[in-house]
Protein backbone atom coordinates (compact mmCIF):
# COMPACT_ATOMS: atom_id res chain seq x y z
CA UNK A 1 0.00 0.00 0.00
CA UNK A 2 1.11 3.69 -0.53
CA UNK A 3 0.43 6.57 0.82
CA UNK A 4 0.66 10.14 -0.05
CA UNK A 5 1.10 13.09 2.57
CA UNK A 6 0.92 16.62 1.50
CA UNK A 7 2.28 19.70 3.33
CA UNK A 8 3.12 23.07 2.75
CA UNK A 9 0.10 24.63 1.98
CA UNK A 10 -1.50 27.88 3.31
CA UNK A 11 -2.14 31.56 2.89
CA UNK A 12 -0.04 33.48 0.97
CA UNK A 13 -0.36 36.75 -0.61
CA UNK A 14 -0.70 37.54 -4.77
CA UNK A 15 3.29 37.40 -5.85
CA UNK A 16 4.47 34.99 -3.09
CA UNK A 17 5.96 31.62 -3.09
CA UNK A 18 5.28 28.42 -1.24
CA UNK A 19 6.64 25.18 -1.70
CA UNK A 20 4.35 22.16 -1.37
CA UNK A 21 5.81 18.07 -0.34
CA UNK A 22 4.50 15.06 -1.00
CA UNK A 23 6.16 12.54 1.06
CA UNK A 24 5.38 9.05 0.11
CA UNK A 25 5.48 5.79 1.76
CA UNK A 26 6.45 2.54 -0.15
CA UNK A 27 8.84 0.79 -1.92
CA UNK A 28 7.53 1.69 -5.88
CA UNK A 29 7.81 5.66 -5.66
CA UNK A 30 11.49 5.41 -7.52
CA UNK A 31 10.30 3.98 -10.18
CA UNK A 32 6.59 5.66 -10.67
CA UNK A 33 5.92 9.07 -12.26
CA UNK A 34 4.52 11.59 -9.76
CA UNK A 35 2.00 14.61 -10.68
CA UNK A 36 0.78 17.39 -8.96
CA UNK A 37 -3.28 18.33 -9.80
CA UNK A 38 -4.89 21.21 -8.11
CA UNK A 39 -8.94 21.55 -8.10
CA UNK A 40 -10.57 24.78 -6.96
CA UNK A 41 -14.35 24.73 -5.89
CA UNK A 42 -16.58 24.13 -8.47
CA UNK A 43 -14.01 23.06 -10.75
CA UNK A 44 -12.88 19.88 -12.22
CA UNK A 45 -9.33 18.48 -11.03
CA UNK A 46 -6.83 20.31 -13.04
CA UNK A 47 -3.03 18.81 -14.27
CA UNK A 48 -0.02 21.49 -12.62
CA UNK A 49 2.77 19.24 -12.99
CA UNK A 50 4.66 15.91 -13.70
CA UNK A 51 7.69 14.47 -13.20
CA UNK A 52 9.56 11.32 -15.23
CA UNK A 53 10.63 8.54 -13.04
CA UNK A 54 13.54 7.53 -15.98
CA UNK A 55 15.12 10.56 -16.28
CA UNK A 56 13.50 13.79 -14.41
CA UNK A 57 11.67 15.11 -17.41
CA UNK A 58 9.50 17.56 -16.16
CA UNK A 59 5.66 18.68 -17.65
CA UNK A 60 3.14 21.33 -16.87
CA UNK A 61 0.38 22.91 -17.57
CA UNK A 62 0.11 25.71 -19.72
CA UNK A 63 -1.39 28.80 -17.23
CA UNK A 64 1.70 27.55 -15.24
CA UNK A 65 4.07 29.77 -17.54
CA UNK A 66 7.32 29.43 -15.77
CA UNK A 67 6.20 30.01 -12.31
CA UNK A 68 6.43 26.71 -11.07
CA UNK A 69 8.82 23.86 -10.57
CA UNK A 70 8.29 20.38 -10.10
CA UNK A 71 11.71 18.05 -8.20
CA UNK A 72 12.08 14.91 -6.76
CA UNK A 73 14.31 13.18 -4.42
CA UNK A 74 14.10 9.51 -4.71
CA UNK A 75 16.04 9.23 -1.45
CA UNK A 76 13.81 11.23 0.61
CA UNK A 77 10.13 9.51 -1.46
CA UNK A 78 9.61 13.02 -2.00
CA UNK A 79 8.31 15.01 -4.59
CA UNK A 80 8.28 18.88 -4.32
CA UNK A 81 6.13 21.92 -5.91
CA UNK A 82 8.31 25.10 -5.84
CA UNK A 83 5.31 28.26 -6.65
CA UNK A 84 6.19 31.21 -7.51
CA UNK A 85 4.77 34.68 -8.64
CA UNK A 86 1.30 33.08 -7.22
CA UNK A 87 -1.90 34.72 -8.39
CA UNK A 88 -5.51 34.24 -6.59
CA UNK A 89 -6.43 32.32 -9.59
CA UNK A 90 -4.08 29.58 -8.08
CA UNK A 91 -6.01 29.00 -5.23
CA UNK A 92 -7.03 26.10 -5.05
CA UNK A 93 -7.01 22.10 -3.50
CA UNK A 94 -3.38 20.80 -4.43
CA UNK A 95 -2.96 17.06 -4.51
CA UNK A 96 0.07 15.42 -5.24
CA UNK A 97 -0.51 11.37 -7.31
CA UNK A 98 1.68 8.54 -7.75
CA UNK A 99 1.54 6.74 -11.58
CA UNK A 100 1.83 3.45 -12.17
CA UNK A 101 5.44 1.88 -12.01
CA UNK A 102 7.45 2.87 -14.91
CA UNK A 103 4.59 4.59 -16.64
CA UNK A 104 5.04 8.27 -17.83
CA UNK A 105 3.69 11.62 -16.45
CA UNK A 106 0.18 12.03 -17.92
CA UNK A 107 -2.26 15.15 -17.16
CA UNK A 108 -5.22 12.55 -17.22
CA UNK A 109 -5.78 12.22 -13.71
CA UNK A 110 -7.23 9.13 -14.28
CA UNK A 111 -4.17 7.79 -15.05
CA UNK A 112 -2.79 8.06 -11.58
CA UNK A 113 -3.49 5.27 -8.66
CA UNK A 114 -2.79 6.60 -5.49
CA UNK A 115 -3.41 10.08 -4.33
CA UNK A 116 -2.69 12.85 -1.24
CA UNK A 117 -5.48 14.07 1.22
CA UNK A 118 -4.93 17.34 -0.29
CA UNK A 119 -3.39 20.39 0.78
CA UNK A 120 -5.11 23.96 0.68
CA UNK A 121 -3.59 26.90 -1.12
CA UNK A 122 -5.32 30.16 -0.58
CA UNK A 123 -3.58 33.32 -2.47
CA UNK A 124 -4.96 36.83 -1.36
CA UNK A 125 -4.84 39.55 -3.92
Known amino acids: QVQLVESGGGLVQAGGSLRLSCAASGRTFSNAPMGWFRQAPGKEREFVAG????????YYGDFVKGRFTISRDNAKNTVYLQMNSLKPEDTAVYYC??????????????????WGQGTQVTVSS
Open 97 to 114: AKGPAYGIPDLNPNSYDY
Open 51 to 58: ISWRDGST
